[in-house]
């Protein structure tokens, strides 16, 4: 079957940015998604969770992308998980979702954050899909907020009490291990935690599949209820957690932007062809203007996301060199917001160009284009709203004192 990789890497490949290595973990990902196809469409149709994306994913080995492969993983740098992130993206928002929460979200914030020991004792079977991570920072009542959340913790003997709930957690009810963040009862300040979901307490109090779309990604409401956890399941310092929550969605922030820009181009892609072989009024409706203007503007978004995220990407990798580069991470900051406001309109826009171009039949279950309008439109509310990125933006701009979200 022909690649679905695309220009781009094909480009990538000529002017030796890519290694071989790397183009073998591409084709890897090119055929992991020929494979989801089927399980993909028929899940979303049915209205479910897709329990053979982590399957496939394992059997491929692709659980691990960014995982150092000191514990299993690929050890790639953001420009290749980007391009990954960007051939999922064609699939649909769903798998996304699955690979940006268990590996940029959950499996590199340990690789950042985790002790030694925390590595080695959860990395190896991230990284071969033993395990599936989530990310559970969002609350019934803390969601651009964070810093308003309400889950607590209280020390307790050698460990912890941890109380609280967590709403709209994606791979929720499928992860072995969770990134939780909860607030101190004594001191107030808010603190990140490895949980482990087989631990008495824990409990998926509701599976949410009232969503618009996204039906294929797993989303859950998890409570803990006087949950005891070990002391090595802090993550970073005590008081420090909003650091591991914001530098983790400055990745995710990335991996969902590359897969935006697989989903504008996967419409582009269905464009191309119904344009050509749907006749109307006596000729294919490619040759009518006003449908042209369409397929010029998906084209557009595609080149107007692309860059900005594989910027994000390529000085991303220069900050994993550079930690201590405070300026770097501002940019990197700022890079990644951008990349995935501009990213996330533009495949929301692009889908809603390409339902039209199919006419009726993009209106339907049917339609992959269809889909990518339903599943697209989180992209510009999760991990950061829109509203909450151009603002991130504009402070950035004008300096921390003129932040106007927290
Ligand atoms: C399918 C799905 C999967 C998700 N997966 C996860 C996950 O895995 N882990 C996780 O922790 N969370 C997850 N989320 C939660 C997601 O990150 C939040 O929905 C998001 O951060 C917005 O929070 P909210 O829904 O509470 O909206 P609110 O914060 O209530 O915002 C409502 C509106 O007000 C605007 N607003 C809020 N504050 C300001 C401000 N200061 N200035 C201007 N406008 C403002 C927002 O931009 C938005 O338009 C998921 C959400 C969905 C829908």
């Keep these: 079957m022909e690649s679905n990789l695309g220009n781009t890497v094909e480009q990538m490949k000529k002017i030796g940015l890519l290694t071989q290595s790397e183009i ?37 080995e692709l659980m691990g992308i960014p995982i150092d492969a000191k514990y299993g993983g690929h050890g790639a740098r953001p420009l290749v998980h980007a391009l990954a992130m960007e051939r999922f993206g064609q699939l649909g928002m769903g798998i996304v ?12 914030a340990i690789q950042q954050w985790g002790t030694e020991d925390q590595k080695s004792r959860i990395l190896p079977d991230a990284a071969t899909g033993r395990s599936i991570l989530a990310y559970a920072l969002t609350e019934p009542e803390a969601g651009s907020d964070p810093s308003s959340m309400s889950s607590s913790f209280q020390a307790k003997g050698d460990g912890y009490v941890l109380n609280g709930s967590k709403y709209l957690i994606s791979n929720g009810s499928i992860a072995r291990y969770l990134v939780v963040f909860a607030r101190s009862s004594e001191d107030q300040l808010i603190s990140a935690f ?76 269905a464009c191309i ?19 042209q203007k369409h397929i010029a ?42 990349a995935k406001l501009i990213a996330s309109r533009n495949a929301y826009d692009s889908a809603d160009r390409a339902v039209q171009i199919h006419g009726g039949f993009g209106y339907s279950i049917l339609s992959p284009v269809g889909k990518h309008l339903l599943d697209s439109r989180v992209a510009r509310i999760y991990e950061g ?18 932040e106007a979200y927290r």
């Design 24 to 60: 073998e973990l591409l084709n890897k990902v090119d055929h992991a998604c020929d494979e989801l196809v089927t399980s993909e469409y028929e899940s979303y149709i049915e209205r479910k969770y897709n329990d053979q994306g982590p399957l496939v994913l394992a059997k491929n």
């Design 97 to 108: 979702t699955l690979v940006d929460v268990h590996q940029f979200l959950g499996s590199l």
């Design 194 to 269: 490895i949980v482990d979901s087989k631990t008495s307490g824990f409990e998926v109090a509701m599976h949410l599949s009232e969503k618009l779309g996204l039906f294929t990604s797993d989303t859950a409401l998890i409570e803990f209820h006087n949950m005891e956890i070990p002391k090595d399941s802090l993550l970073g310092k005590q008081g420090k957690g909003l650091s591991v929550a914001y530098s983790a969605l400055l990745n995710g922030r990335i991996g969902i932007a590359s897969g935006c820009v697989g989903v504008i181009e996967d419409c582009l892609n």
């Design 273 to 291: 062809e119904r344009a050509r072989y749907r006749v109307q009024h006596g000729k294919p409706i490619g040759k009518h203007q006003l449908v």
């Design 297 to 338: 503007q998906i084209a557009i978004n595609l080149e107007s996301s692309r860059w900005p995220v594989y910027i994000a990407a390529m000085k991303k990798e220069e900050l994993d060199a550079d930690r201590r580069n405070q300026e770097l991470l501002r940019f990197v900051d700022r890079q990644s917001a951008t």
């Design 385 to 402: 709203t829109d509203e909450i990125m151009e603002l991130k933006i504009a402070s950035s701009i004008l300096g921390r004192e003129f």
